[in-house]
């Protein structure tokens, strides 16, 4: 169950704490015990610690910048946040607004209507106008006429010096080329509450960093029991970093901005289950908008059928994309291209009869078979040195990471 306050000002956090304690208290007969909010002025105010060390209440305050990691108050932070995203359209016209607990950030296409919300806005909230964005949860960001950039460099210092890396020599890969990771290594086990802060932090840092997305996608599947090993293949990201600090994406002004989309996988990658390793990319022109590297729910017994239910996920998403892209008067006209380098998986999303080779597999990887007779995505060879979201599956060479930068505009 979840309860939520609107506040048209911050200081009513405190008044409405109270009332939520004996509203719960109440309602189930037991007292508050633990209080998890974030870092907000409004909740670490003297009367509300004063309070909460009066009637025993633990307070537990997250991590700063750091949402992934941030447990549940995060979690229940980002289901309000879904909720309260929202977009107003006129005659071609709109407004998008980002809702983030107490940030808040907008844009319009119609100048006017982006000072009249913000002037509603502060007519009825508490608010600060801070002007244009330049730094929101961590993430820098650089605007200047018909180029965005975006970087972490600020929240990647404060990592590196909270795990006394900061003078560490760089390297010029993520991770060891080819290199496995597994459960069992034999290895002696470190703390895991450190262990999950790092791979906590690095995860955060992939929203401006694809290039370390397998490397910390990797490392995640250790978070229980890790190993020294583990964490050497984590601080060794670290290293990555250090070499790479001022890297960030950049988004410029095309004329042209066709989806376009990368689909790869591992076969039997995981030395602990066999299972494969899914990765995709998207991009809007050459700017890359969305990506991601994961470890599939199921054993594939070939390798395009690793490839096969990569390729349903990349659609799945190119699906959600290109809806979105519809309702910024971007609509998508053509189908959706996405890039492979397995043939054998081309030809499964053509063939509607069920044979050895696919009868098998879960019917609902058979949904790309639709979207490809709907002629919203089609799938096209691509040679496997020029696939991008070869990165996204395996550990891959300095070159590789390189072409990838080059592609997709991380500089």
Known sequence: ?????????????????????????????????????????????????????????QRQLTVRYSPQQNGVAERKNRTIVEMARSMMTGAQEFLIVCLYV?????????????????????????????????YFLGIQVRQSKGEIFMSQEKYLDEVLRNFQMSNCKSISTPLAT????????????????????????????????????????????????PSKLHYAAAKRILRYL????????????????????YTDSDWAGSLDDRKSTSGYIFCLGSKIISWISKKQKTVSLSSAEAEYIAATDAACEAVWLRRILSDVEQKQEAPTTIFCDNNSTIAMTKNPVFHARTKHIELRHHFIRDLVSDKKIQLKFINTNEQLADGFTKAVSSG????????????
Not at 8 to 35: D, H, M, T, W, Y
Not at 115 to 130: N, S
């Open 178 to 225: 080819n290199e496995k990771l597994q459960l069992d290594d034999g290895a002696a086990k470190v703390d895991a509450k450190i262990y999950r802060s790092l791979v906590g932090s690095l995860i955060y840092l992939t929203n401006t960093r694809p290039d370390i997305v397998y490397s910390v996608s990797l490392i995640s599947r250790f978070m229980h029991e």
């Open 102 to 134: 107490d940030d808040l950030i907008y844009v319009g296409t119609n100048p006017y209507m982006v000072k009249e919300f913000k002037e509603a806005m502060m007519k009825e909230y508490e608010m600060t106008d801070l002007g244009l964005m330049k």
């Open 400 to 411: 590789k990471i390189e072409q990838l930068r080059n592609h997709v505009r991380i500089t």
């Open 1 to 57: 169950m979840m309860w939520v306050y609107i506040l048209n000002q911050k200081s009513e956090a405190f008044p409405k704490f109270l009332e939520f304690k004996r509203l719960v208290e109440n309602q189930c007969g037991r007292k508050i015990k633990i209080l998890r909010t974030d870092r907000g002025g409004e909740f670490i105010g003297n009367a509300f610690m004063d309070y909460c060390k009066e009637k025993g209440i």
């Open 242 to 261: 250090q070499g790479t600090r001022k890297l960030g994406i950049k988004y410029v002004k095309e004329k042209e901005n066709k989806l376009v989309g």
